[in-house]
């Protein structure tokens, strides 16, 4: 049984850093699609940045610049670099996977989700 468990959430101020780690288990398919989606309160999910799993990586513009995503296959995990954090970077950040290398942006294409970690930018 897959599961993904988020941590690395927290609050921070206006133009700070924090890493989201996303650790994986259970999965053992080798094409993959893992991606960080967000929702703050009274919107919708969306697509952070995605990574395939042969390296392509996929950004929203408007996180592309400050936030890196990145894994550690060795480790089954997941990271997001989040940089020049902004107060409208606050919401739950949900770490997400399906099962091959197409990166939709698309909440409904991903098979597996974790609980999500909170991230709150003050200004």
């Known amino acids: 049984q897959v599961q993904l468990v988020e941590s690395g959430g927290g609050s921070v101020q206006s133009g700070g850093s924090l890493r989201l780690s996303c650790a994986a288990s259970?999965?053992?398919?080798?094409?993959?699609?893992m991606a960080w989606f967000r929702q703050a309160p009274g919107k919708e999910r969306g697509r952070v940045a995605s990574?395939?799993?042969?390296?392509?990586?996929i950004y929203s513009d408007s996180v592309k610049g400050r936030f890196t995503i990145s894994q550690d296959n060795a480790k089954n995990t997941l990271y997001l670099q989040m940089n020049s954090l902004k107060p409208e970077d606050t919401a739950m950040y949900y770490c997400a996977a399906r099962t091959d290398s197409w990166c939709y942006r698309s909440q409904s294409e991903y098979n597996y989700w974790g609980q999500g970690t909170q991230v709150t930018v003050s200004s």
């Open positions: 259970g999965y053992t398919y080798s094409t993959y699609c």
């Open positions: 990574i395939s799993s042969v390296g392509s990586t």
